[in-house]
Structures are given as C-alpha cells and as structure tokens.
C-alpha cells in the first residue's frame, strides 16, 4: 500500500480534486491543507469535499509505530484552533494536547477505532497561544481496496459548553441548577443550530429543557425549566411510536453514547414530526450520569419527503445520489422496488449492478470520478432481485463536480420494458415491411381488379387519376379513355351542382358518403350509382356501388306509400265532409220546407245548423292546409309571452278543475314572427290533447323561452335555419305514447281518440303551421310518465309595425264608393256584388282578368279592387300589379280559398294591398271593405 511521506520529501506530481496535477509538496493554491497524494485523493476526496463546505474542522492522519501523524489539515482546522495546516501537518495528534489533559484518552480512543473503526472521545485541547477548550474529536477509518486501514479521518469539535455543565453537575442547590443548565442548554441549542434543547439527569431522573423543546412538547416553559420527570420525555409521543423511543432512549441512559431518532409527537391533536440527536455522558467510573440533546421540527421536511415519495411510485421513478469513489449509494425506495430489493436508504453500487445484465452498462459508472460533468443517459437490462424477470431500465442523470472536484453522480431510473417490447415488435414489423408490401400491393390489385364496385381516384386537379376496370363493364368506356378526365364530364346535369359541392367539402375535410349520383353510359343512359369518398394527401378515394336497381325499387315504394297516403286522405276527407254536407245540405232543405209548410218558426235553427257544418268544413279546409303548409299566413312579430297570458282563462275552463295548469314564461323573452291566430289555435289544441291524455287528472305544464338552435339540432327539419327561436313547451303528466304510435302522431287523420272525438288533424296543423312558419316542431313521450311538445318559432329581428289593424265591429256603409269586383265563380261574385250594394257601393262586376283590364285602363274611376287570387288566365296579383302601374294609390282587397302565392301574406302584399281568407262571412267583408276605404 502506498504511503504518504513527510511534507519535505520529494515527490511526482498528483491531481488536487478538480483533476489538476499539483506538486506533492503543495498544490496550486500553495495550501498543505489541500496536499494529497494520489491514493488519498481518489479514496477521501469526496468525503473531504463535503465535510470541508460543511465548515467541520477535519485533519487526516496515517498510523504509526509512534502515533498518528497528521497529513492533512483544513481551513476549518485553523479557524478551530489557530494553527494554520503548514504548522499541524507532519504532526502527531498529541500537539493539540492542554496542560493536565488526560493523555491515556487517546489511547483509549485509538482501542475504539481499532475494534469498531470510527470513535468518538472529549479531550481538554489547545488552541494556538495556549487557550484550552474542550475538543470533541471523532474518528473514522478509511481502508483501501484490500480492506487494510489506509487514513484515519478525524473531526474536532469545540464543546467547551457541555465541559461546563459537567462541571455543574455538582452543585447541590435545584434553583442554581436549573439555572446552569438552562444556561449549557441555551450554548447548546446556539452551537448546533437547533430548535429546541434537553437535559436529563441520569441519577435524579429530571428532565430540563428550554423553551422551544417545551413549545414543541407542549410543556408549560416554566416548570421544564425548574426540571420535570423523566418520564414527561414520553407522553407527547405518538402512541406508535412510543415503545420505539422507550427503547432508544434505554439505551442511550444505560450508557449508548450516540442518540438519533425521528418520532412523531401529538400536540393539541396536531401530529409533528421531530428529530430528536443527543448522547450521554458518562463519569470518571464510565456510568451514565447525563443525557443531552437538541430537538428539531421536520414535519415540513417530511411533507415533502412524502410528496417525493408519491410522486416517485406513482410515477414509477426511482432516485439515486452517488459520490463517486465510495461504495455505497442513497437510494429511494422506488429505486428499489424497482431493483427487486428490500427497500432502504442506501446501497452497495456492488449490488445495484450485481442486477445488470453483463453485456450492458451498470447502472452506476464511473466510479472512479474521472467522468465529465453534464447529463449522463443510457438504458440497459437487469434481472430482479426477488423474482428473477428480466426488465428493461433508463438511467437518466447528471454528473456534478463539487469544490474540492469530487463527483457526484445524481439520476433517476425508470422502467421501459413496455417500450422495448414495443420497439421489438417494431423492429419485427420494419423487417417483414417488403414482404407485407408486397402481398398487400398483390391484394390490392386482386381486389382493384376484381371489384364490381367502381373505384377511382381523383387527383388535386379534378381528373381521374385511375379508374378500375368496373367502369367498362358499367359504363361501357375504357379505362383510358375516363383517366385524365374529370368524373362530371359523365354526370346528370341535375346532379352536377351536388357533385361539385361534395368535392369542395371533401377538399375542406368533410367527410362523404351515401350519396346518390346518376352517371351516363356509353349507350347514353344513366345509371344511379352510391359513393362513398374520403380524401388522403390531396388525392379523393372514391367507391362506387351501382343502386340503380335499388332506386327504381325505392320509386315503386314511394309511389305505393303516396297512394296509400292520398286513400288515407281521401276517405277522412270523404267521411268528414260527409258529414259536413249532410248538416249543410239537410238544413237547407228543412228550411225550405218549413217555409213552403207556412212554419217559419223553425226556419232559423235548421240555417244555423246549416251553417255551423260549413263552418266546421271551413276549419277542416284550414286544417288541412296547415298540414300541406299551403295555408294563408298573416305572420308577424308576435308577443308570445302576452298571448299565452291572454289564453290562461280560456285554457283553466278547457282543462277543468281536475288538471293544475302552470305557466312558466321567461321575463326576457324575444318576439317571435308568427300568425297569432294560428299559434294561439296550435297553444289550444295541444293543451286539449294534454287534458285527454290524464283523464284521472294531473299538470298541464306551458314554459316559453329563448333558445338557439344549431344546424345539427334542426338536421330533422327541412325548412328551419340554424338561429335564434322561441321555444313554447306543453308538457302533461298524462298516460304518455308507446314508439308505434309516436311515429304516427303528425300524420293525417291518426287519432287515438274513439270514433268521433277526434278528426285526426289538430298535430297534422301544428305540424304544418310549425313547418310553413320556419320553425320547428318536435314531440316526446313515455309510457305512464307524460307527453313532451315543443314548438320552436324563428326570433323576429328589427322594429315592431305598432300600427293598429283591429277592424270595426259593424260593416261601414259606403258614399257610393266604386268597387272593381273581379270573380270566375259565379255564385260568389253574385255574393260581393250583393253585400257592396246593400253597402252602399257601386259594384263593377267582371269575371277574367281580360274584363278587368278593360276598366281598370279606362278613364272610370275606381275607389277598390277586389280580385280572387285564383283566377284563369292573369291571376289576382297580376292583375294588381297591372292596375298599380296606371292607378298608384288603388286599394287592394284579395280574396283567396287556396292559393300557393298568397300562402305567407308578409311577402306576398305590398302597401295598400290586403287580403281575406275564403269562406268568409257577409260582416266580416264589410267590416274589411270599409276599413279599407277608410285609410
């Protein structure tokens, strides 16, 4: 083993810790703290670099025939003692002896090391110009690779403190007593920089502490001054960590020097986690006569250890420190857990890297600190210690250089066999690409040749980059002669606009499918074929299935569901008016007879049945209108909110006293645009249809508010636009629909009620209204537990007409007022010429638009135009729009039955245009005709 030799023999050169060659006799920074020969450098550089920027005072010595012999000395030394390390290198340790020291203590001290390699005694020293101190010197044995000790490390400590409260121990009086060892204890505390202080007294089994121990305790400050029993060391312990500490602190009174434990106390129901580092005094006859120590708060420390510790399982992420040159590594328990070790705090690197495979790098490397700073990454296999699997691991670190150029070795590791496993089969894959490429490529164009269905491909351009040979056999073309050219060359007319819009989504990354396009043959017809296309770097996919079949199939089914439809209409039609006409053509005749028979009495009723059953044959005419969406609408921005509010007595007196009615409108509801009179009809039907649905009774529930609606939620509709709605809700707690009847509800004429209660069309009219009005309609129901409608209105937007339109209750007698009267229906015109005249107006009477344009260009004047909408030839509007060019100012009043032009009236009138619904009533077209010569 090499040895060092004294400090004026030459020597070669040896590195200082940061690498650097140095003289044997000093190194660069001329110190002899800092001379090392190459042995000691690389087995205590690290251990000196950290205890010297711990500011611990530390020499090193070799053994002797004659003693140890200092070799090495730090700064921290001379700030101790006052010799500077030129002055104790070469050294024994005896020179640091005081006057009357007891010089067989280092004999002793020396039996310690050699039994137990490292030991601790207090021997009376001196500093530089003879100051004595009490110098606590602790010893640890440094051995070579052969385990022979090679340098003893030793650390001196001023604990002149304690010296003194020894010295105290005599004193007879308890009040100076605890007056001397509040005293040592407050040195104590201020020396090691710790929290809280004690001091047990062996033989008089008290305990003295200061007043942090007692705050953390939760002792009162002035009774552990004046001294407590031995026992109070107990009693804030937790209860698991009681018999523990009980043990430990045994140990330490019968004698053990050296006490360290950390345990837990419960104060005030708050659990703290303490560290508690003291050892025991003994006397000249070696017994226990005190036990001192500092107490120190960790909880936070240990907050934090355990969030380290969770994040590290959770994580699956063990941590390692290593200083390099020692054989022993911090661990975490991860790390072990991952290691397939019992977990602990540190570890030999020997049996870290006993678990790696031997063709891959250890774990730890670089043991010999000659590695370069900066991060350090590499994988590698191990073989777990507990259950022999072999497991993949990330080494991932940091190699750092400390003052003194020791290196320390910081990382994690991880594991990553599931990746391997991944790249492996990865690997796997990448090996047998060509052949997979291959047999795919091979089945591709066994399927590309073989498929009925029509493949193409379509490049950025618009033209068909491939075709498969399908499209011959479809078609008719070759396959050269549709590459290069674009699919709508072959597309119906009718269906180009549609293509092009497919094409443009697919290019925005939509997605196409199920779509129906007809495509011309080489005989010249068409054939309907369904894609589906997706688009892949810039190229559309596209597959083709010939449904041409299919569709003269789904024709046939249409044309039978229409002519099932039209028998279901035409017999509920047929029963109804029926009926209707039986009333209407029975009154009449009645009438007839009691006025011949002289018996005019009766005369009355049998006209007023008569009419009450060509009123309920208008109402169905309406209805059925409503459904078709062909009704005359006056639509107008409507206050949704004062109408359901006007209609509460009406709907209390329709759904009786057994149904609770609750109206819920939201206070800031818009205006939607709407006819009223159609909109409170729809309100009333569906509260009718609630009242039949609860026969024992039940809610009637009537809610509005504002609602948005996206077009995904209006996919179901075909006239509503995505916006902004007023929604009405009828909800009830009636019996509720099964599916099969649900699916049926708006259809015309399909009623649950029993014959004759019900005509079938009143949702068929909701249904309708909702449609023509741009809205939406929809209806939701459960078995047992209710029925669920809601009807969604579009939102008026801009100013409200607050115009007003009520007309008077008596028809206005005319002035002689001239009225163009046009009408092809003989029977009707006889009627408006009737009521005009009685009116007092002069009536014009024409049949044809051709009549009316004859007057309406000569110099007569004209008052009004009345003119059914429906006529042969020019229609009522064009007529009007005719008379307006020669006659600006001239009213109109259309009359109308049916007619798809004046189905919504806001974009059918212009100014000073107005019309009425067919059949009306002989007052209400008075009333109409003399509001509007009044204006």
């Not at 606590?136 to 385990?147: E, K, L, N, P, Q």
């Amino acid at each position: 083993m090499q040895r060092w030799t004294r400090p004026d023999a030459a020597g070669p050169s040896v590195p200082d810790l940061q690498g650097r060659p140095a003289p044997a006799r000093l190194l660069a920074s001329d110190n002899p703290a800092m001379q090392m020969p190459d042995e000691l450098a690389r087995m205590a550089g690290p251990l000196l670099d950290m205890l010297t920027r711990a500011g611990v005072a530390v020499t090193v010595s070799v053994a002797e025939p004659a003693g140890d012999r200092i070799v090495f000395a730090n700064q921290g030394f001379t700030a101790l003692t006052g010799f500077s390390a030129e002055a104790a290198v070469g050294h024994g340790r005896d020179f640091l002896l005081a006057a009357g020291a007891d010089a067989s203590a280092l004999a002793r001290l020396d039996a310690m090391v050699g039994r137990n390699g490292s030991g601790m005694a207090d021997i009376l020293g001196q500093r530089r110009g003879g100051t004595p101190f009490r110098n606590r010197m602790s010893v640890t044995v440094i051995r070579d690779a052969d385990g022979a000790e090679a340098f003893r490390v030793t650390t001196h400590t001023d604990v002149a403190g304690a010296d003194e409260a020894t010295q105290a121990l005599a004193a007879p009086a308890p009040a100076a007593l605890s007056q001397e060892v509040q005293e040592r204890l407050r040195r104590t505390q201020v020396s090691a920089a710790a929290s809280g202080a004690w001091e047990w007294d062996i033989p008089a089994k008290t305990l003295v502490a200061d007043e942090r121990f007692a705050s953390l305790y939760g002792l009162d400050t002035a009774a552990v001054a004046a001294g407590l029993p031995g026992s109070t060391f107990f009693v804030p312990i937790h209860e698991e960590d009681r018999m523990r500490m009980r043990i430990a602190v045994a140990g330490a009174l019968q004698g053990a020097e050296v006490f360290a434990r950390d345990f837990r106390v419960v104060v005030n129901g708050e659990v703290r986690w303490v560290s508690a580092r003291g050892r025991t005094y003994l006397d000249a006859d070696e017994r226990p006569q005190r036990f001192t120590g500092v107490l120190t708060d960790i909880s936070e420390q240990r907050k934090v250890e355990e969030r380290l510790y969770v994040a590290q399982t959770a994580g699956g992420v063990g941590s390692f420190e290593y200083l390099c040159g020692y054989g022993t590594a911090d661990v975490s328990g991860e790390f072990c857990r991952l290691l397939g070790l019992r977990a602990a705090q540190t570890l030999p690197v020997r049996t870290i890297n006993s678990v790696v495979h031997p063709d891959d790098p250890a774990i730890i490397r670089n043991r010999d600190g000659q590695a370069e700073a900066g991060p350090a990454f590499h994988e590698c296999r191990i073989k777990r210690a507990d259950d022999g699997e072999e497991r993949w691991l990330a080494c991932r670190g940091e190699y750092r250089r400390g003052v003194n150029g020791a290196v320390i070795f910081v990382g994690v590791i991880y594991d990553i066999t599931t990746i391997k496993q991944s790249e492996a089969q990865l690997r796997l894959l990448t090996e047998k690409l060509e052949e997979h490429v291959e047999r795919r490529t091979q089945e591709r164009d066994r399927v590309w040749n073989l498929s009925r269905d029509l493949l193409t491909m379509i490049g950025p351009d618009g033209l068909q980059k491939a075709v498969n040979p399908a499209w011959t056999a479809l078609l008719g073309f070759e396959q050269a002669a549709l590459v290069a050219t674009p699919m709508e060359a072959l597309v119906h007319p009718e269906d180009a606009t549609a293509l092009r819009h497919h094409h443009s989504a697919l290019r925005q990354g939509d997605s196409a499918a199920d779509i129906d396009i007809r495509l011309r043959g080489r005989d010249g017809a068409y054939r309907w074929v369904n894609w589906t296309a997706v688009l892949a770097e810039e190229t559309i996919y596209g597959i083709g299935r010939d449904v041409t079949q299919r569709k003269l199939l789904e024709e046939q089914l249409r044309q039978s569901q229409k002519m099932e439809a039209v028998g279901q209409l035409t017999g509920g039609l047929a029963h109804d008016f029926n009926n209707m006409l039986t009333g209407i053509l029975g009154g009449i005749d009645m009438a007839r007879r009691r006025i011949s028979q002289g018996r005019l009495g009766d005369v009355d009723r049998y006209l007023n049945a008569a009419v009450t059953s060509g009123q309920r044959a208008a109402a169905l005419t309406h209805r059925l209108l409503a459904f078709s969406r062909r009704q005359t609408l006056n639509s107008r921005p409507l206050d949704v909110a004062a109408l359901v509010r006007s209609m509460e007595d009406l709907l209390r007196r329709a759904l009786g006293e057994s149904i609770r009615s609750v109206i819920d409108l939201a206070e800031d509801l818009w205006l939607a645009v709407a006819d009223e009179s159609q909109l409170e009809s729809a309100v009333l039907n569906l509260a009718i249809n609630a009242r039949d649905a609860m026969p024992d009774g039940g809610q009637l529930t009537i809610t509005a508010r504002n609602l948005h609606l996206t077009a995904a939620d209006l996919s179901a509709s075909d006239h509503a636009d995505s916006g902004d709605f007023v929604e009405i809700r009828v909800d009830d707690t009636g019996v509720g629909m099964p599916p099969e009847i649900l699916s049926r509800v708006f259809d015309p004429f399909f009623t649950t009620k029993p014959v004759g209660q019900g005509t079938g069309l009143g949702l068929s009219m909701i249904y309708g209204f909702a449609r023509q009005s741009r809205g939406h309609v929809w209806l939701a129901s459960t078995p047992g537990e209710g029925t669920s409608v809601r009807l969604c209105l579009p939102r008026h937007v801009g100013d409200v007409d607050q115009g007003d339109h009520a007309a008077p209750d008596e028809a206005t007698l005319g002035t002689g007022e001239t009225v163009l009267v046009v009408e092809d229906d003989p029977s009707v015109r006889l009627l408006v010429l009737q009521v005009l005249e009685e009116l007092g107006y002069q009536a014009v009477e024409t049949a044809d638009g051709k009549e009316a344009l004859t007057v309406l260009q000569s110099p007569r004047r004209l008052d009004l135009l009345v003119t059914d909408v429906g006529l042969p030839g020019l229609n009522g509007r064009q007529i009007a729009e005719i008379a307006r060019q020669g006659r600006p100012d001239l009213p109109v009043l259309f009359m109308t039955g049916y007619a798809k032009e004046a189905s919504e009236q806001g974009s059918f009138l212009d100014k000073g245009m107005e019309l009425i619904k067919k059949p009306f009533s002989v007052n209400d077209f008075g009333r109409r005709i003399g509001l509007i010569l009044k204006r």
